[in-house]
């Protein structure tokens, strides 16, 4: 079924058959970078979306997953009407408006604004559902184009990233090297648990908002593999921009709820976790080489360049653990032809990171500087009231309500941050009108558990109102088992 008129007659049979009337207007519908072709059928009364594809495999593991979907109380897109080929069916419209959408319009306000989290947090929260409730009642072998993401799978999105990202760009690499550091990668992620349905593409752009509530499209990918891989693809979306401290209280939500629920161990999400943002980042990127650069289409060239910002903030944050160095350094000459790209409209302007760190003077010790640049501040929180001493805080953090109520009521501690915020501020104007790059503030106690996180976290909250345009890196070595709590 190749032609547009072929593709007409089919849906608008469908249509008559299921209305009784035939649809008075169909429309194309932009499609995302698969073959698939899609329409709005209106008339009467009545609007659809039609779907045409001649990859029967893959459409019926779309039906098979939207009835379990439906009867699991996943709001999904109601099939109205199928062929007798099975290459084209009928869908109930959810209209125009992708979260994305809401997203988009928010940065051209010039932020991304909180009231966005709710809906993050809804589709959080289905996402779970959908993984461990719903997708236990997927029949596996009828998913498309295999049952569970293998090895085979995570190589095949690696190699996508190879051939039409990096040999695109003419980085350097060593075949051989490559394919054994790729093959390791791959089979690290694969012994790790998690197993669940998979969503593989759960991002803003396939969740509709319709009549105010969030509904789920394009899941005809999905099949068993790492839950963590959804929440990577859903927070590290390269055009969403969710700011960093958004990104740690949603990922913390997600975590919390499927520790709670049994579902999974905080303890070993972390480390996979990580590892899976950068092999969805790897993946986006290879799509988007092909798609844009190959195939031409502009859209998907745009999303370049917002991945490479994400990319090279995350190898300053959190790189991948030493055995996977090569990898890093790889990544790190991948993010610097960033510079190949125009700036995207609504972009920060402001090129200065400041990383803001908490450290345990008897532990860790003050902050390497990654960037290479020296220095940096360090304030000592040690002359500060201590909540450690106090057995009902003793085994709380800096970021806790309770130890936030406490400093943040304790006069002492407010002059102390009020002095840091002046000295900052000055630091920061000066630092943004000469373009520097690069600034580490970091603060230190003695177990780098309370009064140093409290500090950096709030310091982190003033700058972010005070200078919005600048990036925000917080980090606690002490909390590694808390890297995702909100700030």
Known sequence: MNSTSTAHQILSGLFEEHTGTKPLQIQPITGSGSQRKYYRLSGKGFSYVGTVSSNIAENESFFHVASVFEKNGIPVPEIISISKDRQAYLQSDLGNVS?????????????????????????????????????????FSKCYPEDRFSVMSIREDLNYFRYYFLKLHNIDFNESRLNKLFDRFARNINSRG????????????????????????????????PALYDLASLLYQAKARI??????????????????????????????????VYLRLMQVLGAYGFRGLIQKKSHFIESIPYTLDELKKLLIRTP??????????????????QDQYIKPAGARNNSLIVRVNSFSYRKGGIPDDESGNGGGFVFDCRPLPNPGRDIRFKSLTGLDEEVKNLLGSNQEVVQYLTNVYALLEQTLINYSERNFSDLMISFGCTGGQHRSVFCAEQTAL???????????????????????NKL
């Open 462 to 484: 003033f700058l972010q109102k005070k200078f919005p345009d600048i990036e925000i890196i917080v980090r606690h070595p002490e909390l590694k088992d808390l890297y995702f």
């Open 194 to 225: 998690n197993a669940a349905f998979m969503y593989r593409d759960f991002q803003a752009r396939n969740i509709m908002v319709h009549m105010g509530k969030l509904c789920f499209i394009d899941f005809q990918g999905g099949r068993k593999g």
């Open 99 to 139: 979260l994305l959408d809401l997203v988009e319009r928010s940065w051209l306000q010039g932020s991304f604004h909180p009231s966005l989290l709710d809906f993050y947090r809804e589709a959080i929260e289905k996402l779970l559902q959908i993984q461990f409730v719903a997708g236990k009642k997927i029949n």
């Open 320 to 337: 991948l653990n030493i055995e996977f160095d090569e990898l890093n350094q790889l990544l790190q000459q991948t993010a610097s032809v």
């Open 243 to 276: 700011p960093d401290n958004f990104r740690r209280l949603l990922s913390d939500h997600y975590l919390n709820l499927a520790a709670t629920n049994g579902m999974i161990s905080r303890d070993e999400a972390d480390e996979q976790y990580n590892m899976l």
